[in-house]
T-cell receptor
């Protein structure tokens, strides 16, 4: 199993550009989430999904869209990048049931100039 | 409001000694899960330990144990016999109602292990 994969690892955008951060997992996990980590801070939840076709907002959803058309993939779209979205983005997944550990991807470091 | 508080921005410990990292949480829900994650300088998030709110025993995983005091709403991480490789950021997190994808994180504690 590759686990949770994220692409790209690094990205530089100009203000106003849009892009999609990719996240995929091959563990057939039910739950998937996106977090952002700003310098010196813990992770904050952007969006999450409890299954294919079902998504919901987290703590900091503004400026981001998600969709979950398959169990495996959970892309995060930045609609119009702003410098405030400069951050490290982590995707995570979790199986359903009574296994509570979230498995994190390696992260994408995004800089918006 | 649901919140995780880690009051120690940085900690030092001598190699082979034990260290306790503090975590307090705030929730009015009865069902929740508490987690500790390690983030080394390479940046990945590594799961260490989990404690459910209804678990009567403190969780343990190798050198890691979670000192769960429900009445005080604290979930401190104890690392025994510290190793140089334990130097990292440590995050406490909570999943209210074990909702699956919604972790609330604290600000983290940077642990440095001295040889």
């Amino acid at each position: 199993n590759a686990g949770v994969t994220q692409t790209p690892k690094f990205q530089v955008l100009k203000t106003g550009q849009s892009m999609t951060l990719q996240c995929a997992q091959d563990m057939n996990h039910e739950y998937m989430s996106w977090y952002r980590q700003d310098p010196g801070m813990g992770l904050r939840l952007i969006h999450y999904s409890v299954g294919a076709g079902i998504t919901d907002q987290g703590e900091v959803p503004n400026g981001y869209n998600v969709s979950r058309s398959t169990t495996e993939d959970f892309p995060l779209r930045l609609l119009s990048a702003a410098p405030s979205q400069t951050s490290v983005y982590f995707c995570a997944s979790r199986p359903g049931g009574e296994i509570y550990e979230q498995y994190f991807g390696p992260g994408t470091r995004l800089t918006v100039t | 409001a649901q919140k995780i508080t880690q009051t120690q921005p940085g900690m030092f410990v001598q190699e082979k000694e034990a260290v306790t990292l503090d975590c307090t949480y705030d929730t009015s829900d009865q069902s929740y899960g508490l987690f500790w994650y390690k983030q080394p300088s390479s940046g990945e998030m590594i799961f260490l330990i989990y404690q459910g709110s209804y678990d009567e025993q403190n969780a343990t995983e190798g050198r890691y144990s979670l000192n769960f005091q429900k009445a005080r709403k604290s979930a401190n991480l104890v690392i025994s016999a510290s190793q140089l490789g334990d130097s990292a950021m440590y995050f406490c997190a909570m999943d209210v109602n074990n909702q699956g994808g919604k972790l609330i994180f604290g600000q983290g504690t940077e642990l440095s292990v001295k040889p």
